[in-house]
């Protein structure tokens, strides 16, 4: 017997919604494998390889005999390269015992989201958001409370927005900054305007995702935790996949106040445990060396998004903002909806334009559904410049038919 009738899953998993990042990715795999040229600009992972010198660190690790289980919060050498890149790029000040390492930002968000929330609490998640992080506050039983911005606003919350939803029950406030999937970068006003409203409400955690800090095209990086009225209730998760290119060797981390770190790691010891030996002895020799192969990724990033918003703003009805980081672009495709290309196929929503674009123009991007946007989707410009002007010529063709 193949499948189970969905009774007996449990209700936990049938109301968990699948990643659209990860559903589209495995749709444009199908039609690649049935002989298709498909340009696939629906993950979000930085084409580039991991730098050779970091490679170099996880191999001598394995050879110094780096292969067995790790205390649960993190080795301490790279809890101590942790705490040294908080205090010099983001002011903050962590104790060992506030640094928690998990496999991946992912599960650091999960980790914490099951640690503070239970059933009748909401979490207020800045839209648009990480296509994730609704779901873990479902599956932690409590109810995502979605604020959302649109392209006018160059889709960043304000908080006049964040102080009308917060109520008695509100115990986080989640967002990214860099932004996945806008690309849009909060200023420091921006933030201590949203500090101010959160710090009038004791208890609320803010869980600021800064996985995309490197990836910053307007200088320095701003962690909300640095502003004196919130820093003692906020976490800041990072992690290395997007500015180190290491997606694949699943390594995140956290700067918590202690009560928080000290359960995420009773959390984490009870699923995963420690992270890999060898990748957080690399982890730790990335943080601790030269930043030069991530900066040339920035600065071809910057390129590319360059090239990508020129191309994009040629294609008619498309609205593009002009992000400030991350390796995405979010357009509103919103003058396309209502429209046709003749036969059976409608275009009434984001999700119908993606599915058109992978069947037409066989690009793969995601719906801005996903990310709490209906009137958008994501393209991600983690890919070479050639296959990036044909992807987008390849759009602007399938656009024409839509009438």
Same mark, same amino acid.
């Given at each position: ?140 039983? +409590? &109810? ?5 911005? #649109? ?6 919350? *304000?908080?006049? !927005?964040?102080? =009308? $939803? ?94 928080? +770190? &000290? ?5 984490? #010891? ?6 890999? *030996?060898?990748? !957080?002895?690399? =982890? $730790? ?119």
């Amino acid at each position: 017997m193949d499948t189970l009738p969905v009774q007996v899953l449990s209700k936990r998993i049938q109301r968990l919604a699948e990643s659209a990042t990860i559903k589209m990715s495995q749709k444009a795999r199908a039609l690649k494998a049935e002989g298709h040229n498909v340009i696939n600009l629906s993950l979000g992972e930085p084409d580039f390889d991991t730098p050779q010198h970091i490679k170099d660190a996880a191999v001598e690790a394995l050879k110094d005999g780096y292969t067995k289980y790790t205390p649960v919060p993190g080795l301490v050498e790279l809890q101590k390269a942790i705490q040294a890149k908080f205090k010099r790029d983001n002011d903050l000040d962590f104790g060992l015992d506030q640094i928690v390492v998990s496999n991946g930002a992912k599960q650091s968000i999960a980790n914490l989201c099951l640690s503070l929330l239970d059933e009748g609490d909401e979490a207020i998640v800045l839209a648009p958001y990480w296509v994730t992080y609704g779901e873990i506050v479902k599956l932690a039983s +409590a &109810k995502p409370v979605i604020l959302k911005a #649109g392209i006018e606003q160059d889709f960043k919350v *304000s908080p006049a !927005q964040l102080e =009308a $939803a917060i109520n008695e029950n509100t115990k986080i406030v989640l967002f990214s900054s860099p932004c996945n999937p806008t690309g849009s970068v909060y200023t420091e006003e921006e933030l201590k305007g949203l500090a101010d409203v959160i710090a009038k409400h004791p208890q609320i955690t803010i869980i600021s995702d800064e996985i995309y800090e490197y990836i910053n095209f307007i200088g320095k990086h701003i962690s909300i935790g640095s502003f004196e009225n919130v820093k003692d209730r906020t976490v800041t998760v990072n992690g290395f996949s997007k500015g180190f290119a290491m997606t694949g060797w699943r390594l995140g981390y956290i700067g918590a106040p202690k009560w928080i +770190a &000290k359960a995420c790691t009773k959390m984490q #010891g009870q699923f995963t445990s420690g992270a890999t *030996s060898f990748g !957080q002895k690399a =982890a $730790a020799h990335a943080l601790n060396s030269d930043l030069g192969p991530t900066l040339e990724m920035k600065a071809a990033f910057l390129k590319r998004r360059d090239m990508v918003i020129a191309l994009l703003k040629e294609i008619p009805g498309f609205k593009v903002n002009f992000p400030q980081g991350a390796f995405y672009v979010f357009p509103d495709i919103s003058a396309y909806f209502g429209t046709s290309d003749g036969t059976t196929t409608a275009v009434n929503n984001a999700d119908d334009f993606c599915e058109y674009l992978l069947n037409e123009a066989h690009v793969a991007v995601v719906t801005g559904s996903a990310f709490g946007a209906d009137n958008c989707f994501r393209l991600s410009y983690a890919a070479s410049e050639e296959e990036l002007k044909e992807a987008i010529k390849r759009i602007k063709t399938a656009v024409t038919k839509l009438k």
